[in-house]
């Protein structure tokens, strides 16, 4: 009896895992993400090609000089300065840092007026 209840309790768990991860929508190519239910981090490797699919939208690195990002946002490019942030396409990105090898982005559900 305990070891069923065991494996019921553990296949909650991972189904449970499994839901938050397709909620939050969070799939990439060449892109570290950490995702929850309205905001994601993307760690992009410069100098490489990568895709992230989150939160219902498409974001690619573009371009990143000493003090700015330039992103592809659902297919509208931005350009963000290193700890600014802008809305597009109802995201807002937000460029945490560059380095000489990563480009660190936030983008969640902008708040609604």
């Known amino acids: 009896m305990r ?3 065991r494996r019921r309790t ?3 768990f991972a189904a449970a895992a499994l839901g938050l991860a397709v909620l939050a929508g969070c799939s990439s190519e060449g892109v570290d993400t950490n ?6 981090t993307l760690t992009f490797d410069r100098g490489v090609s990568a895709t992230a699919n989150i939160l219902g939208v498409e974001v690619k690195l573009v371009n990143a000089e000493d003090d700015q990002v ?4 659902a297919g509208q490019q931005v ?3 290193v700890n600014g942030s802008t809305e597009v396409s109802g995201m807002q990105v937000t ?3 560059v380095t000489e090898d990563k ?3 936030q983008v969640a559900r902008a708040p609604e007026s």
């Open 70 to 73: 330039t992103l592809d946002v």
């Open 79 to 81: 350009t963000v300065p």
């Open 3 to 5: 070891t069923t209840v």
């Open 35 to 40: 995702c929850s239910l309205n905001a994601c």
């Open 103 to 105: 480009v660190v982005v």
């Open 10 to 12: 553990a296949g909650l």
């Open 95 to 97: 460029v945490q840092s």
